[in-house]
């Protein structure tokens, strides 16, 4: 190789190099990222795109509020990894509103309890499926006592959430109004809505919605709906052990589904869903029903 050939391949390696520095410097996740590690929080990533943690990682277990720790992260999974926060001990919860179809729209469900409600002046974000608004928990208030599932298409979350500048099936996640730090305190008719429900806990004792065959399968596909989850896995276990799917291969599904979910829910919680549905439809093949 003469000089001059080997001068050349090594500027186009080193620009090559220089390039991939400076596109991860200038991520809009690591940036982001860092500026949430700054302002308190906790912070971990996902698969890009998704909502689901990297093979071999432990998602939300790997938090960190070091900035080198998670620097490393970045490094080893992509300068564009999609990134959550711990909400746990920040004073903050979340309101999650689903806009993805009117029959599933938290914004309708608020109306119908008497909520007229402007989101204008919140720290909110713009989801795929709908919208995270922040709200800061009022002093003495226990949200442990407070239900998770608050009516169709709203979801109260106190354990972790996804961030923008995050991506969920080619959609971002967008930033408006207040920053986290700024957040208003929970209103009355939040703390009303979330207070008037059973406590929450890993099993279903009220009537579950009946989705009708097209929205099942719908699940299939775009998973479980936050604000829905917990009914909607109840359902789609039922539905296909009713129509006589191997309980195997069932579960296997649902916990697919389950999986491909915007936020999904603990493994625990899918797999003491699917034995409820499964003991209720043995009783109900034993019954004759």
Known sequence: MSE???????????????????????????????????????????????????????????????????????LKYGANS????????????????????????????????GVSV???????????????????????????KLKRNIGTGLELITDKITVAPSVKNGEPYKHLGRSFSEANVMPDWLIDLSSNVATSGSTQTGRVPKYSVKERWEMILNGFVQGQRNNMCVSLSGYLLRINVDPNIAYAIVKKV?????????DKEVETIYRSAYQREKQRRLGGR
């Open 4 to 74: 001059d050939t080997k001068k050349t391949l090594e500027r186009k390696f080193g620009d090559q190099v220089q390039e991939t520095q400076n596109s991860f410097i200038n991520s809009d996740y690591i940036i982001k990222s860092h500026e949430l590690i700054q302002q308190g929080f906790a912070v971990y990533l996902l698969s890009q795109g998704t909502n689901t943690p990297y093979k071999g990682s432990r998602g939300h277990l790997d938090a960190t509020n070091n900035v080198r720790e998670l620097t490393d992260m970045f």
């Open 258 to 266: 389950n999986a491909n979910s915007d936020v999904p829910l603990a």
């Open 118 to 144: 402007s989101f204008d002046n919140e720290a909110v974000e713009v989801t795929p499926r709908g919208l995270h608004v922040f709200f800061k928990i009022p002093d003495g208030l226990d949200i442990s």
């Open 82 to 113: 999609n990134i959550g926060i711990i909400l746990k001990d920040t004073g903050l919860v979340v309101l999650d509103i689903d806009r993805h179809s009117v029959q599933t729209s938290g914004l309708n469900t608020l109306r119908q309890a």
